[in-house]
């Protein structure tokens, strides 16, 4: 049996807002979502809280360079290898 994929009802960032501490080190994330399949009418859309987080520069870094190379590859119209659709 295959296995379910996992596109529908995965949130989707629809807003986000960010602010720093130089004295810590820290970038703070404020993200609001939706969900994905919000706006398909046959689909009962899930409720997500929104959700601030606090990211230590290096791991802010991180997730910049990991963005980055991701934008790069969808540019790039590369599919992601684990990328499955059912």
Not at 41 to 68: N, S, V
């Amino acid at each position: 049996m295959p296995e379910e994929s996992n596109i529908g009802h995965m949130r989707q960032l629809s807003d986000f807002d960010m602010t720093h501490l130089a004295v810590g080190g820290l970038v703070i994330l404020h993200a609001s979502y939706i969900d994905s399949v919000a706006g398909v009418k046959w689909f009962t859309p899930e409720a997500f809280p929104d959700q601030t987080i606090a990211i230590k520069l290096a791991d802010a870094k991180r997730l910049l360079a990991e963005l980055k190379k991701s934008i790069d590859y969808i540019e790039a119209g590369i599919e992601h290898p684990a990328s499955k659709f059912y």
